[in-house]
């Protein structure tokens, strides 16, 4: 079990911090007020495909937000009040880069698939240049994500985007969808990267590094069909036959994992409703402007009201617009991801809880005496080693995972919190220039009338 019982450690650098990874991933860093307290976490809850013919879909309780970490002297200006929580970054001396681009289309006498340039910078002595270019395709992201899974169980992989087909879809490959799953590609190695332990497993640095005919003769030296099977069928048995007791602290990390995903899959397919509905207020208002101009050429005395109505509708349109692309960039990707992640949370509990299995299991033949008491003495001594091992794992990055979440999740929010004053702001001062226009108007009117 590679890397299971070590805590997160501290990289070396050689590299100054940002630049690089053209995008940022997500923050580390501790959260002002949170705990980690377990007792805490109840009320702390805030918190494409092997065959690319699958598309990808990126597609609110108040105790989602940890209230008590905002300053409790608030100033009155919403602006002001946005900048009082905005997080500042801590310094992260970072020595591994990387970016994700270039989707390119590959055609073959048996299917089309669609492979993304990885560049890699790094300064770190175990590699053996400073810089890398390699092409990988989703489902090499996939074989990555599964040997992570298998040398690390008890830590917590960061997501990729799922299988998702969207019936009625003519066009397989649009640029939307090529586009939203390389930013999530490129969120995931860059989680992988920055995380203190999954950074340097190497599988992940093979996949890096590697040209393609090394990396499909390195996925041949796994474990065979059968190794796979059969640790399939013990770890279903394993499942099936379930934990006696679980310790207290991974109770309460369980009911924090079911409460959360309850939590964020509801505003996550909210705010898909949300975003789809103003798309169609969007569309709706880009007619509402043009009918004005037409109706002000029969309307002689009306024409200039007319016309400055249909101004403030396009303005307040272009406002819109820009307000629903910060929804769609900023808020549904991060909503989107830790939905993917409460599931992921769900595979890790259950692989912690079939490493207990095993050993519940041993413990219970032995005071049975089902088997040769020395070899089961031995086997629960290696199993005790285990468990306690992948505790550790998990509590470890449990804590890291619960700071990243509330700093993403607080930053999603109050970016288009910001977005939001910021569009309505304009909204309300095109209007009010429009009534103080038309007032001016009245005025100048009225005193030609007295004339």
Known sequence: MEGECRAPQARSSGLPAGGGGGESPGVDGPLPGSSGS???????????????????????????????????????????????VKFEDEPDLKDLFITVDEPESHVTTIETFITYRIITKTSRGEFDSSEFEVRRRYQDFLWLKERLEEAHPTLIIPPLPEKFIVKGM?????????????????????????????????????????????????KKQGPGLLSRMGQTVRAVALSMRGVKSRPEEFMEMNNFIEIFSQKINLIDKISQRICKEEREYFDEMKEYGPIHILWSASEEDLADTLKGVASCIDRCCKATEKRMSGLSEALLPVVHEYVLYSEMLMGVMKRRDQIQAELDSKVEALTSKKADTDLLTEEI???????????????????????????????????????????????????ESFLTSQTDLHLEEASEDKS
């Not at 809850?45 to 065959?51: A, K, Q, S």
């Not at 003519?170 to 930013?183: A, G, Q, S, Y």
Request: charged share 30%; proline share 3%.
């Open 38 to 84: 377990s007792a805490l976490l109840q009320a702390e809850v805030l918190d494409l495909d092997e065959d690319e013919d699958d598309l990808e879909v990126f597609s609110k309780d108040a105790s989602l937000m940890d209230m008590n970490s905002f300053s409790p002297v608030m100033p009155t200006s919403p602006l002001s009040m946005i900048n009082q």
């Open 170 to 218: 003519v066009e397989r490959f649009n640029d939307d969808f090529i586009e939203t799953r390389r930013k999530a590609l490129h969120k995931f190695l860059n989680r992988i990267a920055d995380h203190p332990t999954l950074t340097f497993n190497e599988d992940f640095k093979v996949f890096l590094t590697a040209q393609a005919w090394e990396l499909s003769s390195h």
């Open 381 to 431: 001594g290696k199993l005790e080693d285990k468990v306690e091992c992948a505790n550790n794992a998990l509590k470890a990055d449990w804590e890291r995972w619960k700071q990243n979440m509330q700093n993403d999740i607080k930053s999603a929010f109050t970016d288009m919190a910001e977005e939001n004053i910021h569009s309505y702001e304009q909204c309300l001062a095109t209007w």
